[in-house]
């Protein structure tokens, strides 16, 4: 019939054909059934994880902290498509290379001589010492004088001394052989167990020692990834973290694949608040972190509530106690307010301690300190099955510095529990008394600047109510003072040291000249009528303020990786 629609007949017979043989059970339709069954297995399970990880996140942060994160995210991105239109990636490229040539001319001396080839013919050791002294004596800040925040926790010379005796007896010594070395394999156990007590290990808590903070804590977030996996099966792990939490947490994330959720500090006092950690566990969570103190502002956590927590969720909880070191354990001892931080907690499973720092060891000594042998054992690396035979390490590197082992062992043995009782009264003393000074005994500070929270060790961090702190950060710099610059908020750090004990009374006299000196320039561009903030900014004012106005950080990241070239221009 003209116009039909019905089916010709011979593909309805193909049809009925095909539909007997599906009902017959035929391999073809029941392949064509599986295949649309996987399909739609494959679409919920989908479907599934990212419904999943959206009320993750919407219990995590609520409504408005992910709508405000969703806002930021796409404000980077899009910025950063801007950053990448031709004329202005032209702009920001040639500014970049204006700064990273300003840092070069600063870090890399013109008249200097340069050796880029191996000498034909070896120097005599005359000429060799001739030249480390030119090295030694390059122009530096002079952390001699007390000049330096932090870098340098003790440089008497009388320990150098006996560092560099000990160093000299175990130069070729690698702790990889310890049937070649077991001086160095019997210096390297008793220094753990020394910080284990330190810390107030419980019996078959463990250790080991590495070359600083960050592989310290990034050998315990390892440990935490691995135990999540073999005892939970955990394949996408996430940890959380205060914001102010030593950058190594984030570095840990990147090399390890754990996800990172950061925990706003918030003022007046500077810490995480445990709910809303609490609020971002799932079963995911593989690790929580606190600092005793951190690093920005010298602030010790809650570790207390952080244990409770970690108790509660049967979660790892890692301290760090890096920079705290060995001022932290002897606070109470000294007379001084503390809180709790260590092993005596039931929720703290792991402790990073440097050495190096207020444990007066040589630079590339530290501590990553376990409740259990088994915990340690997750940061171990094994191989049976190598052709060089059976190979096994306690952490990243394979060879070690065993004359590093002996310069720490050194360090510990002549210092002794009085030593560093006597350096915690020393030093925390002398920040108390710097912090009554800018709070209280100097007007001009104690009008200008402003504490960041309570800082119980050697660390203290302060704001500018009314100048640019970056400007401050300059002055300081512009009479010998190498301090730290912060970012969020925008602050400078000072971490007093034994040399800066000597000197904190200079140091808060040039502070309080440096603000005098910014507030007249402030009243002088007024009375020009420039406004209250002049266009000249230093280097600080200019790095940083770019930091914390641009919604993309490319442009920092390039500057930062112009400067870690410059470390290797010769």
């Known amino acids: 019939m003209p116009g039909s629609s019905r089916m010709p007949v011979s593909l309805r017979e193909g049809f009925n054909n095909v539909r007997n043989r599906s009902r017959a059970g035929s391999p073809l339709a029941l392949g064509v059934l599986n295949l649309d069954l996987v399909r739609n297995l494959v679409f919920f399970l989908f479907l599934l994880r990212w419904t999943r990880r959206a009320l993750w996140k919407l219990k995590g942060r609520g409504l408005i902290g992910t709508i405000v994160e969703v806002y930021i995210d796409v404000r980077r991105i899009l910025y950063g498509y801007f950053l990448r239109m031709p004329g202005v990636r032209n702009q920001v490229k040639k500014q970049v290379e204006e700064a990273v040539g300003k840092l070069q001319t600063k ?15 070896g120097w005599d050791q005359d000429a060799v010492r001739k030249e480390l002294e030119t090295l030694a004596n390059m122009d530096h800040t002079r952390w001699e004088d007390g000049y330096v925040s932090g870098a340098v926790y003790h440089g008497e010379d009388e320990l150098l001394k006996l560092q560099t005796e000990a160093y000299g007896k175990f130069t070729v010594a690698n702790p990889i052989h310890p049937d070649v070395f ?24 463990a250790g080991v020692s590495t070359s600083g903070g960050t592989e310290s804590i990034l050998m315990a977030c390892l440990s935490a990834r691995q135990k999540a996996y073999v005892e939970r099966g955990i394949t996408e792990p996430e940890m959380i973290l205060p914001e102010t939490a030593h950058v190594a947490f984030r570095k840990a994330g990147l090399y390890f694949k754990i996800k990172t959720h950061l925990v706003a500090c918030p003022a007046p006092n500077y810490q995480a608040d445990t709910r809303a950690i609490s609020r971002l566990i799932n079963s995911n969570t593989i690790l929580l972190v606190g600092s005793a103190p951190n690093f920005p502002h010298g602030i010790i956590d809650d570790i207390a509530g952080l244990s409770k927590l970690a108790v509660k969720k049967s979660i790892p909880l890692h301290v760090d106690c890096c920079l705290g070191s060995f001022l932290v354990p002897f606070l109470s001892r000294a007379g001084f307010e503390t809180q709790p931080f260590d092993f005596r907690l ?57 004359a590093l082992i002996a310069g720490c062992w050194a360090s510990l043995m002549s210092t002794g529990e009085d030593g560093y009782l006597q350096s915690c009264i020393e030093i925390v003393g002398a920040t108390k008394k710097l912090i009554s000074h800018i709070t209280t005994a100097s007007p001009v500070l104690a009008q200008e600047l402003e504490i960041l929270g309570n800082p119980l060790v050697s660390v203290i961090a302060f704001k500018s109510r009314t100048l640019n702190i970056y400007d401050i950060a300059d002055g300081m710099s512009a009479k010998g003072w190498h301090l730290n610059a912060l970012q969020n908020p925008p602050a400078i750090h000072v971490a007093v040291t034994l040399p800066i004990v000597k000197v904190w ?34 280097d600080s004012a200019a790095l940083y303020g770019v930091a914390g106005s641009l919604p993309n950080k490319s442009v920092v990241v390039d500057l930062a990786r112009g400067f870690l070239d410059i470390l290797y221009k010769a």
Not at 107 to 116: D, E, F, I, K, S
């Open 182 to 205: 077991p001086g160095v394999r019997k210096m390297e156990a008793e220094v753990v167990a020394m910080v284990l007590g330190l810390f107030n290990a419980p019996p078959g808590a």
């Open 505 to 538: 009374e200079k140091l808060a006299a040039d502070l309080e000249a440096v603000v005098e000196q910014e507030r007249e320039k402030e009243r002088a561009r007024v009375a020009e009528g420039k406004g209250a903030k002049g266009k000249e900014v230093g």
């Open 346 to 402: 039931k929720g703290v499973t792991s402790i990073s301690c440097d050495t190096h720092k207020y444990g007066f060891a040589p630079k590339g000594n530290s501590t990553v300190l376990y409740r259990t042998q088994q915990l340690r054992s997750y940061q171990y690396y094994v191989d049976p099955a190598w052709s060089g035979g059976v190979y096994a390490s306690p952490g990243i590197a394979g060879s070690r510095p065993g």
């Open 107 to 121: 870090l890399v001396p013109l008249n200097a001589t340069r050796y880029l080839t191996l000498p034909k013919e």
